[in-house]
């Protein structure tokens, strides 16, 4: 079980995966929860440069410490062979993330069934279905699952209803599950606030507009993502079905 420490090998002997590790806010985790001395395994789907470029890091910090896995979460038949692969090379699980997202607009009156399943398959049926296929394992080592969320499933972001829909989802999601895997497996989420732009960006006065509805008027980083999982993996032994805002205020502003 892990228990609080503030030492830099604090997750020593551990083993985490990452979905969407292999950039952004995912690999700011895996790079994070690495440094505190676990062992990686970095989901990616169609990263593979930034995947491979992040496990060849990793593993030049420490060897045969990281390896990545490919993997498309959508179809739920991949993810028994995902936690298989990682018990293959490490032979444990101690901590889930389920980082990988998909983020796009999508208003009202242009919603298509296509927008609803990839939105809300990628944001909460993937993070299901994969913390079910993970469960036994997380179980066997009393582990822990951290679900990112976002500020947005529980305050709607304009044009985004799909998407605010299925973060809303894996908040709940989050509780339930902390619930049915009591005591054996503690699972928190995280939900950012603005810490990155989009990959397409934002135009200046939106992001002036953005951090100035925040208390600390200043935009956030993936690192401030990165310690808090940090801190549920690490110092938080006694604390599940939780959902911590790191936003800067803005759920507050």
Known sequence: ????????????????????????VGAEIARTLH????????????????AEALVAQLNSARSRSAIGIQANLLDTSQLSRLVET???????????????STFYPTRIGAI????????????????????????????????????????????????????????AGLVMLTRSLAREL????????IAPGPVMWPVGGADEALQ???????????LGSPRDVALAARYFA??????TGQILAVDGGRSVA
């Open 1 to 24: 079980m892990i228990t609080p420490t503030s030492n830099a090998a604090a997750l020593a002997g551990r083993t985490v995966l990452v979905t969407g590790g292999a950039r952004r």
């Open 35 to 50: 440094a505190a001395g676990a062992q990686l395994a970095v989901h990616y789907r169609n990263s593979t440069a930034e």
């Open 112 to 167: 298509t069934e296509a927008h609803w399943n990839d939105l809300l398959g990628t944001n909460l049926k993937a993070p299901l279905f994969l913390s079910q296929a993970a469960a036994p394992a997380l179980a066997a080592t009393r582990g822990l699952i951290i679900n990112i969320a976002d500020i947005h499933g529980q305050r709607p972001l304009r044009h985004h209803t799909t998407y605010s829909i299925a973060k």
């Open 86 to 100: 990682l018990l293959a090379a490490f032979g444990r699980l101690d901590v889930l993330v389920n980082n990988a």
């Open 182 to 189: 009591a005591p054996e497996v503690r699972v928190n989420a």
């Open 234 to 239: 690490v110092d938080a032994p006694f604390v």
């Open 208 to 218: 002036t507009e953005i951090i100035g509805r925040t208390a600390l008027k200043r």
